[in-house]
């Protein structure tokens, strides 16, 4: 077993001739990351490439990237719940805009997202065949655009670099044009989506995430990333060619992008491929807030705030989901859960474990006592659990969806490019009525577009890029009552990563 220096050698790209063995990498570990690099022989890059697409896996936890990039938005909280949950505050921290560079989530994120750059990098730069290379370097940039949106500035390492030496760090500026044009140099090359398989990195994605680049550009190169922000209507031109050049379309039916079955959905574009028998990580979505008698049973700690619940029309499909079987099987419609909650069979109601009645109420607090501790707050499902396999579900967990690229393509349109609110409404009619709203529900204006955002991609990773965005992330909202520091635009460089002279912590931390 050899320790790595995550900050000098997450980057490490080595020679042709060279194995990962072949070098002393014996350095201190500045922040956990151990790698084991005990075989012998040249780096096997399949081995490698696997490991980078079960990185993605690390999206499904409840924690890391999820919490960054949800919990200090305006829908999802974690509160105390007398001795559960606090966890010295951690949750707390990122809804209320208080966190430091010593949170452990920000830390986990940097090392996650960083590993899967390393893992990465040793498929680029070592023999492997042109499909592997492609697919490598696709995926990361996927994980350079995560590193670029929650931290700013990157750290790289060019090929043949001494593995001793400290990583270079890239601005937020240079990060975004490294990455567009690696995107642009391999969508060419990369494959079609896979029917029923949208794990493997293909063409499609590969379009999604250059619109995403695209679309945050005047964002990632502002000079205070707290804003203000310029839109260029070449770069929202650029946004709706690239969506324009997906091949896709949306489900009929909103709630089959989540279902155990949902493979084989044409909407999903790219996906963190569940296999029966290699994890359940995706069970975070239905057991972070799920109470402990319901079925399936929960952990009873995160929570909806009612702010944002109520922006949902009641006939909005999106809020929640129901069917016979998900009756039978669980006892309470799917999605928002708000109200008394029953057994399997929706028949018996369900008491929490002090003989009340388990009934989620929209009234929260940040820290919850006596009779609300297991009841403050709207629950949700946004994964509908699989009723055959509760503890190793096969839901596939969606990283990328044509609605979200529309919706993008919406917005872009009213930023300056091509079309205008023509093609913006024509788009939000169409997703208006796949949840079952009349067309013409949401405005064709970029309020329409941030609301509809809120309630078309609920808790699937993007509502902290999109407040900011919007210029809507720091300003006072339900359990925040206060306008937040602009140093929140990004999150700091954890602590340990300062030893590295060539990075700067970012502004006011």
């Known amino acids: 077993m050899k320790r790595i220096n995550i900050i000098k050698s997450i980057f490490f790209v080595s020679t042709v001739a060279l194995g990962v063995s072949c070098t002393n990498l014996d350095e201190e570990v500045l922040d956990g990351f151990v790698v084991n690099n005990s075989g012998s022989g040249t780096v096997n890059t399949a081995s490698f490439l696997q490991s980078a697409y079960e990185g993605l896996r690390g999206f499904q936890d409840q924690d890391k990237m999820f919490t960054l990039d949800e919990m200090s938005g305006d829908g999802l909280v974690g509160p105390t719940r007398g001795g559960d949950w606090d966890d010295n505050a951690k949750w707390r921290q990122f809804h209320v805009h208080t966190w430091g560079s010593d949170n452990v989530e920000i830390r986990n994120a940097w090392n996650a997202l960083l590993t899967n750059v390393y893992n990465c990098n040793l498929v680029i730069y070592n023999p492997a065949t042109d499909s592997q290379k492609d697919q490598a370097r696709f995926l990361r940039a996927f994980y ?18 001494d593995i001793t030496d400290n990583p270079k760090f890239w601005t937020r500026k240079e990060a975004t044009a490294f990455v567009i044009s690696e995107l642009e ?19 499609d994605a590969a379009h999604l995430l250059l619109a995403k680049l695209y679309l945050n550009k005047g964002v990632f190169n502002a000079d205070n990333a707290a804003g203000p922000y310029t839109f260029d209507a070449a770069d929202m031109n650029k946004v709706i ?17 989540f279902a155990p079955t949902n493979n084989t959905s044409n909407e999903i574009i790219f996906s963190s491929k569940n296999v029966l028998g290699s994890g359940g990580g995706i069970q975070s979505r239905w057991r972070m807030g799920m109470h402990y008698n319901q079925t399936p049973d929960g952990w009873n700690g995160f929570a909806t705030v009612a702010e944002y619940y109520n922006r949902f029309d009641a006939a ?6 129901t069917s016979p079987s998900i009756i039978a099987n669980f006892g309470n419609p799917i999605g928002f859960q708000y109200g008394q909650m029953y057994k399997p069979g929706g028949v018996i109601a369900l008491k929490d474990r002090n003989g009340n009645p388990l009934f989620y ?13 297991e009841t403050a707050g709207i629950r949700t499902q946004k994964y509908e659990p699989d009723a055959a396999n509760l503890g190793n579900p096969e839901n596939d967990y ?10 993008m393509k919406a917005e872009a349109a009213l930023r300056g490019g091509t079309g205008g609110a023509a093609v913006a409404k ?35 990773g993007w509502r902290r890029n999109d407040m900011i965005r919007f210029g809507k992330f ?14 929140y635009a990004l999150y700091p460089i954890p602590a340990d990563a300062l030893f590295n002279p060539n990075v700067t912590q970012n502004p006011g931390y």
């Open 144 to 161: 350079y655009y995560n590193i670029i949106d929650l931290f700013g500035q990157a750290p790289y390492r060019e090929e043949g670099s």
């Open 185 to 203: 140099a391999i969508v060419g090359k990369l494959p079609a989506r896979v029917a029923n398989d949208a794990s493997i990195a293909n063409a």
């Open 241 to 257: 060619s690239n969506v324009d050049a997906i091949s896709s379309s949306l489900a009929p039916e909103y709630w089959s992008n």
């Open 316 to 321: 909005d499909d999106r809020r929640q989901h």
């Open 361 to 373: 109420t929209k009234e929260l607090t940040m820290i919850t006592s006596g009779k609300t501790l």
């Open 398 to 407: 969606v990283l990328m969806r044509y609605s979200d690229a529309l919706l």
């Open 426 to 460: 024509t788009i939000l009619d169409q997703i208006d009525v796949r949840a079952k709203l009349p067309a013409g529900s949401t405005p064709a204006t970029l309020d329409g577009i941030y609301l509809e955002r809120g309630k078309e991609l609920w808790y699937e």
């Open 474 to 487: 720091l300003a006072p909202r339900e359990l925040k009552p206060t306008t937040s520091d602009p140093k």
